[in-house]
């Protein structure tokens, strides 16, 4: 069947009577043709292409001609194509062409144009696509199409169509060009590929750079002042690898096959977590203040990266990610407004792993920032994190362009990054100028930390938050790849202790307290000290409870060594206690006290002895026993019942960030449905406006409508003393709020769009 014939099956609704006044369309004035082909299209496909084309549903359209006004108008073309691949833009460029003659194209001179480099289903899918996003219409095989149709095209000149080059062939005639050539070759390349050049029309000397480079075929003419840098010229010019601008054909996405890539991208994920609670940890000690601008600088990012031990890239990616997750934020902490982690953030680490990478993974995803554009210097300086230079509305929109070429490639498969790169321009054609390939790899390396690539390809949990699996199902896919977490290590003669896998909350505490970290990885590996041993027992640990915990935990025999360690440690560690007096010191060993009094560390803190046992100090308590401990006498904090007491800080908190403004609910299935019946209802009721004159909104899309049919209107207007008036003239477009104008003499108007009582076609 052919698709562009109306089955007769289908229902069909009855085309309007009048449009704005003009009861059959003439062949110059597109939306009014449109409007009559959306009304002989079911119900069901007007719904459909409400759902498609959202930002025409809101507000509902009361009538097709508003409707299709709506669907003309270049910023809605240019955002319905943001989805259309390749041969969809070759496809609108053949039409744009042929509408030259005002006639409708015959589908039949769409597979000629494109014959050869794309078979006649490809193009019947293209075609077919580009009806139910009403992008072009017609009845009999016969595609008509508005002038605004070029919006939906990512350049201003063909580069699809017409005489072509190779990628080779391009890459031999820049290397002819001369200096001059190839600088101005390079300065359009660098930026807007659109520029203004005198030397544009025919009339310019034929060996000018600009028309050198016409006759090369590497510049484009838009207009006698205009060129147009080609899209694979610039791409070639930027150290891009293109695929040839005749291939229409989806590029290969072949490379290695990679083993075990969800077992590895869940081994970088652990990595990730680990990275994060250490962060976490680090600013709820000492929180990052914040810059006046917003955001935290360069130097505290240095700062935090060394703390962590982790290099200032990956440190700026993990703070970007904990605060898109809202684990922290700028607060009020002290005096001062700075980063620390949010009052949620403690549950978040006691969560299970799956669920922590989950959000992680989510937050990456939904992430309208760069990372990548931390510590890279703007004309506002050095771009921090969490500032507004990382900012970037179409992140996500490119990071889910990436993945979603990745995943077209086969399971395990690596393609190369000139693969996936080409892949995705030919997915994405409008994002041609972002899809870099350096912005490629900045998000598959991003995606690699995160653990949604791995080895190059696609992991499981990757295709599932790309898909847009909920939470609880992203989680689910996460467990399965991540291994079961352990309780137990092994403990060696030299005091080291290895952890065999990722740990569980309760029990990575305890080992972290007990021990300190010497290396991270599937395997990490623990070393217990005198340090950690001590820092246990000021948390309140007794030596029992140390031993019961080796002992409980190690799938190793307990070493002597480490049994005598604890002992020898927790019987010093008692011998010396300090509280309060403001604070005070004492021993049951009076010599000690003696020791101590007598030592340099007395006169810093004030130390009176008050009885052989017994000495006070006008310090806080914290300051004299790190004074002491500093002097070589490890003294144990006690409170009022002589119980050891953690004198650690808490961490500091702050309270999460309000909720991100959401936006509206779009409309339902159900509301575009209600849509479609009443502009159905609308239609079948007589008009009660006979001279077709419209107002407000309508206005608006009628102005437009006449623009661009170069239609004139009478246009109801009352100017800044209250005089009504009626103007004949011609729409020339619209800006700043005033409707600019050609009068019946020729010349030129403008006139405030808020003082516009109606329009209506002459």
């Known amino acids: 069947m052919d698709i562009l014939t109306r089955p007769a099956a289908e229902p069909v609704a009855t085309a309007p009577s009048t449009l704005y006044g003009v009861t059959s369309p003439t062949p110059d004035d597109p939306v009014a043709g449109l409007a009559v082909w959306l009304g002989g299209r079911p119900d069901r496909e007007l719904t459909q292409l409400l759902g498609e084309r959202r930002d025409v549903a809101t507000p509902p359209p009361p009538t097709l001609t508003v409707l ?35 006639e409708p194209v015959p589908a039949e001179a769409v597979y000629t144009a494109l014959a050869g480099r794309i078979t006649k289903a490809g193009i019947t899918a293209r075609i077919r696509r580009l009806r139910a996003l009403a992008l072009a219409w017609g009845p009999d095989g016969a595609l008509r199409v508005a002038p605004t149709v070029r919006e939906a095209l990512p350049w201003r000149t063909p580069q699809l169509t017409g005489q072509l080059h190779t990628v080779a062939e391009l890459r031999e005639l820049l290397d002819t060009c001369s200096e001059a050539e190839t600088a ?26 600009v028309q050198r480079l016409f006759a090369k075929g590497l510049l484009a003419r838009v207009d006698e002042l205009t060129v147009e840098l080609p899209a694979a010229v610039g791409a070639l010019l930027r150290g891009d690898d293109p695929a040839d601008p005749w291939q229409l054909r989806p590029p290969a996405l072949d490379g290695p096959v990679v083993a075990d890539v969800d077992a590895a991208g869940a081994s970088e994920a652990l990595e990730l977590l680990r990275h994060a609670e250490a962060v976490i940890e680090l600013l709820g000690a000492v929180p990052a203040p914040t810059l006046r601008s917003g955001g935290i600088g360069i130097l505290q990012l240095r700062r935090i990266a060394k703390a962590t031990g982790l290099e200032e890239g990956r440190a700026a990616l993990v703070l970007e990610l904990l605060a898109e997750a809202d684990l922290i934020a700028a607060g009020d902490v002290g005096e001062e407004v700075a980063v620390a982690p949010t009052s949620g953030v403690d549950g978040w680490l006691a969560a299970p792993a799956p669920d922590r990478w989950a959000d992680l993974a989510l937050a990456w995803l939904r992430m309208r920032r760069r990372p990548s554009a ?47 790169q080409n892949a ?45 699996d909920s939470r609880a199902a992203v989680a689910g896919v996460a467990a399965a790849a991540l291994p079961e977490p352990v309780e137990e290590f092994l403990l060696q003669a030299d005091l080291t202790l290895t952890v065999p896998g990722p740990m569980a909350h309760d029990f990575a505490a305890v080992v972290t307290l007990v021990a300190n970290l010497e290396s991270a990885g599937g395997a990490s590996v623990y070393r217990v ?25 190690s799938a190793t025999p307990v070493p002597q060594t480490l049994t005598y360690l604890i002992d020898d440690v927790a019987r010093r560690h008692g011998q010396l206690r300090a509280g309060v007096a403001s604070s005070f010191v004492r021993s049951d060993d009076p010599a000690l006290i003696t020791a ?12 009176r002895v008050i009885a052989p046992t017994v000495a006070i100090s006008q310090a806080p308590l914290a300051d004299v026993v790190a004074a002491l401990r500093q002097a070589g006498y490890p003294a144990a904090a006690e409170n009022a019942a002589g119980a050891v007491v953690d004198l650690r800080p808490a ?31 609308r239609e079948a009721e007589p008009r009660s406006d006979p001279d077709g004159e419209v107002r407000g909104a309508e206005a608006v899309l009628l102005l ?32 700043n709020g005033r409707v600019l104008v050609r009068d019946e003499r020729g010349l030129e108007r403008e006139f405030s769009l808020h003082r516009i009582t109606g329009v209506r076609y002459t």
């Not at 003309?72 to 240019?78: E, F, K, L, Q």
């Not at 990382?390 to 690596?414: H, I, N």
């Not at 994002?431 to 912005?439: E, G, H, I, P, V």
């Open 68 to 102: 299709a006004s709506r669907l003309s108008a270049g910023p809605s073309i240019a955002r319905a194509a943001e989805d259309l691949d390749l041969p969809a833009m070759a496809v609108i460029e053949v039409l744009v062409a042929q509408r030259a003659t005002q």
């Open 184 to 209: 101005l070759l390079h300065r359009l390349a660098a930026g807007n590929p659109i520029g203004r050049s005198t030397a544009a029309g025919d009339t310019a000397p034929a060996d000018h750079p």
């Open 374 to 420: 931390i510590g890279t210097r703007t004309d506002d300086g050095v771009i921090g994190p969490l500032s507004a230079g990382a900012r970037s509305t179409v992140a996500p929109l490119d990071r889910r362009a990436v993945l979603g070429t990745l995943a077209k490639a086969d399971t395990g498969v690596a393609p190369p990054v000139t693969a996936l």
């Open 424 to 468: 995705a321009r030919y997915a994405h054609p409008r994002w041609q100028r972002r899809l870099t390939r350096a912005s490629i790899e900045h998000i598959l390396g991003e995606a690699a930390a995160v653990g949604l690539v791995a080895r190059g390809a696609l992991s499981g949990i990757g295709r599932a938050a790309r898909d847009g």
């Open 529 to 553: 000290t005198e340090g950690s041993l001590r820092r246990a027992l000021d948390a309140g640990r007794a030596a029992a409870e140390l031993h019961a915990f080796f002992a409980a935990h």
């Open 596 to 607: 101590v009094a007598s030592a340099p560390v007395a006169v810093d803190l004030a130390l």
């Open 651 to 681: 961490p500091a908190r702050v309270p999460p960030p309000r909720p991100r403004p959401t936006g509206p609910a779009g409309p339902t299935p159900e509301s575009l449905a209600s849509a479609v019946a009443r502009i159905r209802e």
């Open 704 to 735: 437009e409508n006449a623009k661009l049919t170069g239609r004139a209107v009478v246009l109801g207007y009352v100017d800044a003393n209250g005089t009504r008036s009626l103007q004949r003239v011609r729409p020339q477009g619209q800006r």
